[in-house]
């Protein structure tokens, strides 16, 4: 069963880094689009980054372009995305998702697998 679990959310200043990880398991992962959502309250779920099956292509949100970096390793069956300067409109819940298509479509949020989500919270 392919499934995706994320981790390292947590409180965090505004500027503050943060790493988040995401493993995966019961699928072959190196064939994949990665990439990382996010959902604030009240708000819909939205494309952040995402990363090629190769890690030769990304693309990001143009609110975090400069400060985050997606990335993968296909020998560990992992992605990362590390925030940098975080600000409070960062605040959400992250998730993490894998598709087989492609990374746009991917980005436009119709992926095959999705995590269960872990909680960033950027105070003021």
């Known amino acids: 069963q392919a499934r995706l679990v994320e981790s390292g959310g947590r409180l965090v200043e505004a500027g503050d880094s943060l790493r988040l990880s995401c493993t995966a398991s019961?699928?072959?992962?190196?064939?994949?689009?990665m990439g990382w959502f996010r959902q604030a309250p009240g708000k819909e779920r939205e494309f952040v980054a995402g990363?090629?099956?190769?890690?030769?292509?990304?693309h990001y949100k143009d609110s975090v372009k400069g400060r985050f970096v997606v990335s993968r390793d296909n020998a560990n069956n992992t992605a990362a995305l590390q925030m940098n300067g975080l600000k409070p409109e960062d605040t959400g819940v992250y998730y993490c998702?894998?598709?087989?298509?492609?990374?746009?479509?991917?980005?436009?949020?119709?992926?095959?697998?999705w995590g269960q989500g872990t909680q960033v919270t950027v105070s003021s």
């Open positions: 990363v090629n099956f190769n890690g030769a292509t990304t």
């Open positions: 019961g699928f072959r992962m190196q064939m994949y689009s």
């Open positions: 998702t894998a598709d087989s298509v492609g990374l746009g479509y991917l980005a436009e949020g119709r992926s095959d697998v």
